[in-house]
């Protein structure tokens, strides 16, 4: 008797360890289906943000060679300040070769000053130009004359966001001075046209602006023998916005 309750005992702890067992593996296996899953998605998220940090690295390669994806690599701050705005410009030009079609005047270079003021529709302006232009004359000493005085309206184009331009102006040249055949106050004609323009904004509303050569077709005086320079000028300008 003590035998059969023995085994029947054993039999039962062996029947209670199966089931423990069983339940433990059915328990498990949910998450080893579940695992590959989990991976998936991980992997998923690697490759995303692999894509993500490739995509950064390619737009970095392009704008080291592209200036339109990158208009700050040139100065401090960007040309975003100077549209739609009222603007001033003071500036200085000096000439090295000036061609004139009378002698009687005995020009050789010429130096000057001006300004324009304008206003600025997004990447086109209209502005207003005058300027003092004198005249370096041996006739009969080397002196620096009055030259003539030239004020008209212009228009200017800007392109690669800001930092070039280009413009041309027209109006009147006022005779400053009297040489042997005419005398100060004639009016004629004037033409200032610059192909190629440099601008450097320093900091916002002001900027350091370059022409290397311009061309100036002076003319103030029109009746007899008209007096005409041509002048190749160098600009050097501050523009200020506000």
Request: glycine share 8%; hydrophobic share 45%; aromatic share 14%.
């Amino acid at each position: 008797m003590k035998n059969l309750h023995t085994i029947i005992m054993c039999a039962i702890v062996f029947g209670f360890v199966i089931l423990a067992e069983t339940a433990f593996c059915f328990s498990a296996e949910p998450t080893n289906i579940e695992s590959p899953a989990v991976d998936g998605q991980q992997e998923q998220k690697n490759n995303e943000h692999e894509k993500v940090e490739q995509s950064q690295k390619t737009r970095q390669d392009m704008e080291q060679f592209d200036l339109r994806l990158a208009p700050n690599k040139w100065s401090p701050v960007t040309f975003k300040t100077f549209l739609d705005s009222f603007y001033l410009v003071l500036e200085l030009h000096g000439s090295v070769f000036t061609d004139s079609s009378n002698s009687r005047t005995a020009i050789g270079d010429s130096l000057g000053y001006g300004m324009k003021v304008g206003y600025r529709w997004g990447f086109i302006s209209a502005f207003l130009h005058a300027e003092h232009n004198m005249w370096v004359s041996s006739e009969h000493e080397i002196r620096v004359v009055d030259g003539a005085f030239n004020i008209g309206p212009g228009i200017e184009i800007n392109y690669l966001h800001g930092y070039l331009h280009s413009s041309i102006a027209f109006g009147a040249s006022i005779l400053l001075w009297d040489t042997v055949l005419d005398d100060a106050g004639s009016t004629g004609i004037f033409l200032d046209f610059r192909p190629l323009g440099l601008r450097w904004p320093l900091v916002e509303y002001f900027s350091i602006n370059l022409d290397p050569l311009s061309f100036a077709l002076i003319v103030p005086v029109l009746d007899g023998f008209p007096l005409v320079m041509m002048e190749y000028r160098t600009v050097l300008s501050t523009e200020f916005n506000f």
